[in-house]
């Protein structure tokens, strides 16, 4: 039996086309491939559960709840985590991509050319995505193709959002500077209010450093000198 079968056997339908997906949104940020993220996690986690199994006493207690705690925090570590940051450099990085395209669509270029004269000014991953698609324009998909397939390929909400206004502007015959604007305003304003959110965290994260740090030095600053007298 190869191994295809054997995760097909091991693995539900829906879950392997949830790790193929996710594994396509992360393209280069990922080493793994379908199969062998599903390989490398089972073995592991069998390789695991046979070590403590081994080396404890209670092993028998341990290993099934380290090898379970090990199984999701493999996917965590490869998979959610990853396209958390990737989902988070592309919102970066989409407010400069497409302001810039705005303004090249303002100087009269259709979107085909505008989309090339901005992916050719920034350097991005976002930039590198919309280079894909225009690639792929060169074998024969419309625009529109290209956009729709690269959308599968961006774990970005925000992004894909975007992409479909445009491609639904360009259906429609819609004005799409008017639609370029009102994303860079949505754009903006998503920034600012994660940077307050950002600002917002910073006196929990600062009670929790004084909690953990500088209450403990302050206690025994104040009690020192009694315990000393105590001890002596």
Known sequence: MDDKKLIRKIYRKQEI?????????????????????????????????????????????????????????????????????????????????????????????????????TCDNVDSELSDEFKKALFEMSFGKSLLEALEDMKKRIPSETVNNIILNIIQTNQFGNSIIDTMYNQIDFLREKQILEIKGQINKIPNKVSIVSVVFIVPLIMVLILGPYLIDILS
Do not use: H, M, W
């Open 17 to 117: 086309q949830d790790i193929s997906l996710k594994i396509a949104c992360l393209g280069k940020d990922t080493k793994f491939t379908t199969l062998s993220f599903c390989n490398t996690r089972l073995f592991t986690t069998l390789l695991i559960f046979i070590i403590i199994l081994y080396i404890s006493n209670k092993g028998y207690i341990y290993a099934p709840f380290i090898a379970i705690g090990y199984y999701y925090l493999f996917y965590y570590i490869f998979i959610t985590r990853p396209l958390k940051q990737k989902v988070a450099r592309l919102d970066y990085q989409a407010l400069q991509f497409f302001e810039i395209l705005t303004l090249t669509l303002e100087s009269g270029r259709n979107l085909e050319q505008s989309l090339t004269v």
